[in-house]
């Protein structure tokens, strides 16, 4: 018995050791990280915006600032169906991929807009923003080919059932779906944001959130927390089971389609989470951002508690899985 105790001494100390290094990292990921600094850090960051960007103007303007600020990288990570470059903006060293994407369907603009907000936080030297230990991946326009006026202004969209959405074609990818999913495999996110909206409709629709898998409630009820101050109606109608008003499972939305769609895939490597703002009556256009920030936030604080308590970290799927 004796000659056994010092064996178990020394794995009790390491166990030890372990659960207090986990706590440590969750209890630091929430220092500063309340609903309420969550909120006042996104209004912050779309206190400059007046008017919702167009795609060409977004894209200009991320370039300037790469070449302005060396801390923000600008690579090339594909092209679209017709040939114009895809570029992604990256920002940081951090341990953990996050990645935005705007404009993935005509119309769907209010995105881009976020995008350039955030960059502008981070090379500003925003406090919140550069706490979080991540690598910041940003794709301010993935489909240009089908922006109304190609790409030079907004206006209502209605979609064409005809044409393929960049994010519900896996089976038979577009150019820009291939160079997401090839991006994502190289940086494995454990975040992923899709910035669609309903921007594009001219619609006042209720504002929903559709997750790639059923969160912890306490995580949807603080997103609600903090897009309150901004003053969207919510979706009221058929609440989850378990995450409650405004809030839905995509695959439990769209079946068997799921598989076909690029969130089955960017899954596998985290959390993905839509953000479905539209324009309605009296919402200012800072309000629409400031609400898509305040989610991808407290998203991002999800993600690290969820790489933080895992024995494994997430890496890229197998390349010879066969996809869902």
Known sequence: MNRFFP???????????VQSSQELNEKEIQVGHTSESIATVAKSLSSRVDTILPPLQVLRECHVLAGAHEDIHEV?????????????YEFGTGRTHVLLYGFPDPGEAVGGTTILSLLHGLVSGNK?????????HFIPCLNLDDQPDGGRTLSPVFRDRSVREVDWCVSNPRSETKALLDYAG???PAFTFPLHDEYHSGEAIPLYVVVSECLDPAISERIRTCMHPFGLLLKEKDPHRVMGTAFNVLSDLVGNEYSNSTFSILNEYGLVAVCE????????????????ISLGLVMIDAALQKQAMSIEPITAPDA?????
Not at 7 to 17: G, I, P, R
Not at 76 to 88: D, F, M, N, R
């Open 7 to 17: 064996l178990l001494l020394t794995l009790l100390c390491a166990c030890t050791s």
């Open 76 to 88: 090339e990570i594909g092209h679209t169906e017709s040939g114009h470059p895809l570029k992604a």
């Open 128 to 136: 919140h923003l550069l706490s979080l230990d991540v690598t910041w």
């Open 186 to 188: 190289k940086i494995s």
């Open 277 to 292: 703002v539209s324009q309605q009556e009296g919402i200012s256009n800072s309000a629409l951002v400031a609400t898509q």
């Open 320 to 324: 010879d899985k066969p996809r869902r």
